[in-house]
């Protein structure tokens, strides 16, 4: 299936990127390289599906590295003895030693050393912003002055997962002797499965409660199939489950059972809450009551949880819209946006008080969106919803802005500008503003201290209020990325660990941070 970067003018094959990459690596392999020779080598395109089919699918749209794609990456790696990439990493992933295990072609052992620290590497592989984190710091990045050709850490992170699942050589991790205590886990997103893999390992029993009826949190009901199928998110449950972790679906906590009944009456030694950041934010402004309008958060579980895109065998309806106008410019907007287009829509498009340059989202998810057709409303945002007189949405008017000066999250502030009035006709309205910590929380939840934006107050251990109970992942930092959720979720298991075996040191001062 060929494909079209937007900024290339020549179309790419699978095919065609493979024979490529052959004839570099026939020049490179068996020579010993220098680092000069190093930065020479070409970063390696990603193959993808051609956008104007894509576009009305829910297939991948990356489809991996082939082997040689992959060893011709890896050879650029410069093999820094600082590896700075592994600080740029929240679960410090020796990076140069499973991309020289790919050099060598040991892809096994590769693998096996993303998961000394990381268990999902196919899932992280995907969705994690590497550019920000271990390619941010990469010094092939640096030296050529672009971090978008850094060595492509996540495309070999995902190329050595997806080669040991499709061999059939994955491996659980050891699992120590029953230790006797019993630790609850209240969500089953990246870092409660984080923490779950880490604290079985060291024998404790594991029980997951899940509110949903499927378990992976926002990697089954946020991210669409077409960045992250489905398929490999439920494998990494069965293995969870295959170690003995144990789920709970349909419970959720604070209701059916509260924290203390728990810890007092069911037997669990301590609880960790991962509960993530479930509630979108709106903006307050007029018509956001109309039909029509969408948080991102239900938009993209009725689309990836229940399969609103099937429409004959789907779990809910959704609209079916002809002009959808997306508000927000990271990555679940981008998500939005690109899944609208599969559900049907005629036309989307994105409108974002800033430029394309102060985007959040990743560039990839942006280039994507772009190839698939996806429209762009800089410098806009949207001052009111206004309907059709039956309580529909009818069109949304807007602001034009301008930069002004950096405001406290160090990018330009948008300075709307008087008298810029304009309407865009649209009959469906997403909001992708970011998401908080559910106000069920704090309501059920009167064992931990909150603070006021409504995440959960922890210590340097992750430690709350309550001296069994602790809390990590998007209800402590709010919405962040999986794998710093990961990153909290070993955190936590290390902290409840040492709690476990009378080693954590008391707290200092309950509830403070």
Not at 261 to 270: N, T, Y
Not at 305 to 330: F, N, Q
């Amino acid at each position: 299936m060929e494909h079209r970067h937007i900024s290339d003018d020549v179309l790419y094959s699978k095919e065609e990127l493979d024979r490529r990459a052959r004839e570099l690596l026939s020049d490179l392999e068996g020579r010993t390289l220098r680092n000069k020779e190093r930065l020479a080598i070409p970063p390696q395109p990603m193959p993808e599906l051609d956008p104007v089919i894509r576009s009305r699918r829910v297939d991948e749209v990356t489809l991996g590295y082939t082997e040689t794609q992959a060893k011709v990456e890896a050879l650029r790696c410069l093999q820094c003895k600082n590896a700075p990439c592994i600080a740029g990493c929240p679960v410090s992933i020796n990076i140069p030693a499973f991309i020289q295990k790919i050099v060598e072609g040991e892809y096994k052992e590769s693998v096996d050393i993303i998961k000394e620290t990381n268990l999902l590497p196919s899932i992280c592989g995907r969705v994690c912003p590497q550019e920000k984190q271990c390619q941010e710091a990469c010094t092939v990045g640096k030296a050529l002055k672009d971090p978008l050709k850094a060595v492509s850490i996540g495309r070999l992170e995902r190329f050595v997962a997806d080669w040991e699942r499709e061999h059939g050589l994955y491996t659980l991790p050891p699992v120590k002797p029953d230790s006797g205590k019993k630790v609850a886990i209240i969500g089953s997103g990246p870092a409660g499965l984080t923490a779950a893999v880490d604290l079985r390992r060291e024998g404790h029993t594991v029980v997951i409660f899940e509110a949903f009826p499927k378990a992976g949190g926002v990697m089954v009901y946020g991210i669409p199939e077409f960045r992250l199928p489905k398929r490999l998110v439920e494998d990494e449950i069965r293995h969870l489950e295959d170690l003995g972790v144990e789920f709970v679906y349909d419970f959720l906590v604070g209701k059916a059972r509260t924290l203390t009944q728990l810890l007092e009456e069911d037997g669990f030694d301590a609880v960790f809450i991962s509960a993530g950041a479930g509630l979108p934010k709106f903006m307050g402004i007029e018509g956001e009551d109309l039909v029509g309008v969408y948080s991102a958060n239900e938009y993209l579980t009725r689309t990836n949880l229940m399969k609103a895109y099937d429409r004959e065998r789907a779990d809910t309806p959704i609209l079916l819209s002809r002009r959808v106008a997306v508000i927000g410019g990271g990555n679940v907007a981008m998500d939005a946006a690109r899944m609208a287009l599969r559900v049907g829509a005629e036309e989307v498009i994105v409108i974002y008080r800033r430029t394309e340059k102060e985007m959040p989202a990743r560039r990839e998810e942006v280039i994507h969106a772009m190839e698939e057709g996806v429209e762009f409303r800089f410098l806009t945002n949207v001052k009111r919803i206004m309907g059709d007189g039956e309580g529909k949405v009818r069109a949304v008017e807007c602001l034009s802005y301008r930069l002004g000066e950096p405001d406290a999250s160090g990018r330009p502030r948008p300075v709307p500008i008087e008298g810029s009035e304009h309407s865009i006709e649209v009959d469906t309205v997403i909001f992708a503003l970011g998401s908080v910590p559910h106000p069920l929380i704090r309501k059920t939840m009167p064992e931990v201290a909150v603070s006021e934006r409504g995440t959960i107050v922890v210590d340097e251990h992750l430690r709350t209020s309550h001296p069994r109970i602790f809390a990590g992942g998007d209800v402590v930092t709010g919405a962040a990325t999986v794998i710093e959720a990961m990153g909290a979720g070993r955190k936590a298991a290390r902290s409840i660990h040492l709690l476990l075996t009378g080693e954590l040191p008391p707290p200092k001062e309950a509830g403070t941070s």
